[in-house]
Nanobody, 125 residues
């Protein structure tokens, strides 16, 4: 397993949750990592991405102002802090990494080479 995501769970609307992703093997050399999510019956969608070395970030409109992605280049980890969670944030969240050497942030699934197994986030009313 090159990307190991953790931190999902059940949280009430308005609450917070932190997801973590640890990269190993070839994925650990990836400079750009991101989070995607997939709700039941929907396509996988972009949430946020970070260029770990430089700290540059991009977010989906749905995540702006509520979610924060951060990275630890030394430990090859990425964290997604999610605040003010809404019912519509319920989904399986996937950690992803672009190919090593790629430094451009990307919003579509096709740009990511490595994928984690997903962690379920359920937001209840």
């Amino acid at each position: 397993v090159q990307l190991q995501a953790s931190g999902g769970g059940l949280v009430q609307a308005g609450g917070s949750l932190t997801l973590s992703c640890a990269a190993s093997g070839r994925a650990a050399s990836s400079s750009v990592m991101g989070w995607f999510r997939q709700a039941p019956g929907k396509e996988r969608e972009f949430v946020a991405a970070i260029y770990r070395s430089g700290g540059n970030t991009i977010y989906a409109d749905s995540a702006k102002g509520r979610f924060t992605i951060s990275g630890d280049d030394a430990n090859s980890t990425v964290t997604l802090q999610m605040n003010s969670l809404k019912l519509e944030d319920t989904a399986v969240y996937y950690c992803a990494a672009r190919s090593p050497g790629v430094t451009v942030l990307y919003r579509t699934t096709s740009g990511y080479r490595f994928w984690g197994q997903g962690t379920l986030v359920t937001v209840s009313s």
